[in-house]
């Protein structure tokens, strides 16, 4: 696909990908994985009969002359689409472990970030940040979850039992390793500006909802990484964490969808 000097390259299995109408991908700071829709013509059923659930699908995507940022998922399951399209959908494939991976295990007066580094350590997978909120736990079970619910399980009880505002403490999988803490996903600070990227702002319209920002793709972005907004119609000139991140590719746009505001937890 290149939709002026943008370009996407899709391998599900062994299947190139030549055609995509649509392309998704959508990462959320609460939720321990990314996610992706593939929508594809398959008028025969070609596409149906290749691709298996489980498959590796690999995503370059970039505009020309640049590097393209990949992203790597697996196959979770197939539907129909609209006017003989198949919908591929599927998650991250570093980030199941967050979720395949479970614990078992009982700790006495121990801190939280220790009980979080251990569990992330069973994933094999490299830890970038473990913050610590500061307390010793006299008790703390885990009965074979996954290694995310551990961690909301640690926030929950720092809240619970220390009044400690845990509302924006997330665990996620960033491009360095795990981390798992209230802070930003290291990276550039893109600024999205009127007259320069800004599609459409939408502001909250309520406290508990969350702000919504139009721009043209940002193929690398990812919750928690910081983005700069300046929107000279309301007055605005600041950085935000991204809460949300939905990229949208399509047969005649490219786009990425940011959410920014209060963070209430789980």
């Not at 998704?24 to 149906?48: A, N, Y």
């Not at 640690?154 to 491009?175: H, P, V, Y």
């Not at 939408?202 to 910081?226: I, Y």
């Amino acid at each position: 696909m290149n939709i002026n000097g943008l370009r996407t390259h899709i391998f599900i299995g062994n299947m190139e990908i030549l055609r995509c109408p649509r392309l998704l991908i959508h990462s959320v700071r609460r939720r321990p994985m990314w996610s992706f829709e593939i929508t594809l013509p398959d008028p025969k059923g070609d596409v149906r009969r290749a691709a298996q659930l489980g498959d590796p699908v690999n995503m370059g995507i970039g505009y020309r002359d640049q590097k393209p940022v990949l992203w790597a998922g697996t196959v979770k399951a197939m539907r129909p689409g609209n006017k003989d399209q198949i919908v591929i959908s599927g998650v991250g494939r570093d980030d199941e472990q967050l979720n395949n991976v479970t614990v078992c295990q009982s700790w006495e007066n121990e801190t939280p970030e220790a009980i979080v580094r251990y569990a992330a350590g069973l994933t094999g997978l490299p830890i970038a940040r473990i913050d610590s909120p500061g307390v010793l736990l006299p008790r703390f079970v885990s009965s074979t979850v996954p290694v995310w619910q551990l961690a909301r399980q640690a926030a929950e009880t720092c809240q619970r039992g220390f009044n400690i505002d845990m509302a924006k403490w997330k665990i996620w999988l960033g491009s360095d390793g795990i981390h798992w803490g209230d802070h930003n996903q290291d990276g550039t600070v893109p600024t999205i500006a009127t007259g320069a990227g800004l599609i459409k702002h939408l502001p909250a319209d309520n406290p508990a909802a969350l702000s919504e920002v139009e721009t043209f793709l940002l193929p690398g972005l990812m919750h928690s990484r910081q983005f700069g907004l300046i929107d000279n119609k309301r007055g605005i000139n600041s950085q935000y964490r991204a809460l949300e991140v939905r990229h949208l590719i399509e047969d005649t746009s490219a786009r990425t969808h940011l959410s920014y505001g209060v963070e209430y937890g789980y």
